[in-house]
Nanobody, 126 residues
Framework: VQLQASGGGLVQAGGSLRLSCTAS????????IGWFRQAPGKEREFVAT????????YYADSVKGRFTISRDNAQNRVDLQMNSLKPEDTAVYYC????????????????????WGQGTLVTVSS
């Protein structure tokens, strides 16, 4: 599975951006798709994840209520709508995918994902 993340850019604090993750080579069916971010000098951290099949979602506390992960079945795409952006949201954002296992919880750790996109930079100015 090859992933492509897009939609990053420069935005003022309080603004919004919408990131997208598309897959080539197969559909997202039966996958968990996650968004992670990595700020300069920091470790990659979990942002949000969803099950493509069930639509279940899970968010990091730091983005809950501001970010929304969603799917577009027709486009085979997962979006991350980011509202009320803060300077501390500045990071390179990565999408990741992993085949889901029956009965498992949503994956929220870097080590749980095998497939990664190239990242897209989000810069939030104060």
């Amino acid at each position: 599975v090859q992933l492509q993340a897009s939609g990053g850019g420069l935005v003022q604090a309080g603004g919004s951006l919408r990131l997208s993750c598309t897959a080539s080579g197969r559909t997202f069916s039966s996958y968990y798709i996650g968004w992670f971010r990595q700020a300069p000098g920091k470790e990659r951290e979990f942002v949000a994840t969803m099950s493509w099949n069930s639509g279940r979602t899970y968010y990091a506390d730091s983005v809950k209520g501001r970010f929304t992960i969603s799917r577009d079945n027709a486009q085979n795409r997962v979006d991350l709508q980011m509202n009320s952006l803060k300077p501390e949201d500045t990071a390179v954002y990565y999408c990741a995918a992993e085949p889901q296992r029956f009965g498992s919880r949503l994956y929220q750790y870097v080590r749980e994902y095998e497939y990664w996109g190239q990242g897209t930079l989000v810069t939030v100015s104060s």
